[in-house]
């Protein structure tokens, strides 16, 4: 057995550079855990000259990553890079090489999962992404090995904390969705192009990988409905907390119902008392259900560079400590018949429109509504600041998804809506 384990690092951002520090703080610590040497031994990048503000060998940096690939004495690659080319390419050329592999790069798993799985048990190496989902939340491990003994009945996750931190702003302070995304964008918690975080695309790849590790199905993200946060208003939030006691959050859902499970991403009405309700800021949580522990609550820092350091150096260790041990990705599918298609999905909606203020209008939407067999359990109307019209706040009961689309669109038609409906699913 090798007294030295050598780690090559591609890619020396902003999590390259927390991967560094945590080395250079806690290196006798991981020394101790693993019982080997542990040597961060070559860090490629383009650049190599910016000051990153940690403390570095020289002699470790280069701008060549073949210098990883071609030393038979590397024998874990950390891969930061981001996107798929040509982190893809050199990703599959560690495995090939027999190396192990780290990475963060939810994106590129998401899409290309089949491909670098099959060629790590290919080449008898490991895989490992805890940083992938929920930044420096241990979440994936625990799915894979604490609650081994559960079938994962549900999954629900809050992992995003740029729609996350919007839509707390909204709730705490009233203010409008473009407001508070400018604010988040100053304060660096949202991209200058923020479309991937609140369209739910970056939810939607985590969910991917959580479908796989919790029910054994690779569902890529065509298949599922994703839908982002942009449409929700400081009116939805209120009638929600004052007439509902809910609160609006973004959720990644993948349940198992009799055979069938359902994986989408959509904001969602969480009751105040649910513990996903708590869930604030650029915090991440996630809520799992097991057919024997039953729930279990994961929270913490999904993002930034010292919380998901932590979980890419946690799975050096990891490797390290299990090298030569086969590693499970996901149980074995023998639970789930189909992936629900969205528009058989069944749950309660709330539904907030504008109309002209004229007699009739209720009676109207109510025989829409009746015609698609959705029951009605509260309807609430508030005037606007608009003389002649009102907002129409309507809660059903359980509904099916593809009478709810199609009485929406229906809705939509008549004259008097001035708006379209925006209807929100319930938890």
């Known amino acids: 057995m090798k ?9 020396f951002g902003t999590i390259g550079s927390g991967v560094v520090e945590t080395f250079n703080m806690n290196t006798p610590l991981i020394e101790d855990k693993v019982g080997k040497k542990v040597k961060l031994k070559r860090i490629v990048d383009l650049d190599v000259t910016t000051d990153r503000g940690v403390e570095v060998d020289p002699e470790a940096l280069s701008t060549d990553v073949n210098d990883i ?40 798993l998401a899409k290309h999962w089949e491909e670098v799985i099959s060629t790590a048990k290919k080449n008898n190496v490991r895989v490992c992404f805890e940083a992938s989902v929920g930044g420096g939340i241990p979440l994936l491990q625990p799915l894979n090995e604490g609650l081994a003994s559960n079938n994962i009945e549900s999954v629900y996750g809050i992992i ?64 599922f409905h994703v839908e982002g946060i942009t449409r929700v208003t400081p009116d ?68 930034g560079m010292m919380p998901t ?65 959705i029951s009605l359990e509260s309807v609430n109307q508030k005037p606007t600041t608009n003389k002649g019209e009102v907002q129409i706040f309507i809660v059903t009961h359980t509904a099916l998804e593809r009478n709810m689309t199609t009485a929406a669109e229906k809705i939509s038609q008549l004259k008097f809506v001035e708006s379209e409906p925006m209807f929100i699913r319930l938890l």
């Open 236 to 303: 939805d939030i209120a009638f929600a907390r004052d007439e509902m006691g809910c609160c609006i959050k973004l959720l990644a859902i993948s349940k198992l119902v009799d055979g069938e499970l359902e994986v989408r991403v959509h904001p969602t009405l969480v009751p105040e008392e649910h513990l996903l309700s708590s869930v604030n800021g650029v915090f991440n949580g996630a809520y799992l259900i097991g057919d024997v522990v039953g729930p279990v609550m994961m929270y913490g820092q999904g993002a």
């Open 69 to 108: 690939f071609n030393d038979p004495e590397i024998d874990i690659v950390i891969e930061l890079m981001g996107g798929y080319q040509p982190a893809l390419k050199f990703i599959l050329q560690a495995l090939e090489n027999g190396k192990h592999v780290v990475t963060a790069n939810k994106a590129l």
């Open 3 to 11: 007294d030295t384990v050598n780690i090559g690092l591609i890619g």
């Open 309 to 373: 350091a932590s979980a890419v150096v946690g799975d050096c260790i990891d490797i390290i400590q299990n090298m030569t041990k086969p590693v499970a990705y996901g149980p074995k599918n023998t639970r789930v018949q189909s992936v629900k298609e969205m528009s058989d999905v069944e749950t309660k909606y709330y539904i907030r429109l504008t109309t002209e203020d004229k007699a009739g209008v209720l009676h109207e939407i109510a025989g829409i509504f009746r015609d698609y067999d």
């Open 160 to 223: 995003n904390g740029t729609a996350n931190y919007i839509l707390t702003k909204m709730t705490e302070e009233g203010r409008e969705f473009g407001d508070v995304l400018k604010e988040a964008q100053e304060k660096g918690y949202a991209e200058a192009d923020p479309t991937f975080d609140i369209e739910g695309h970056d939810t939607a790849q985590k969910l991917i990988i959580l479908t796989i590790l919790g029910f054994g199905v690779y569902v890529k993200q065509e298949r």
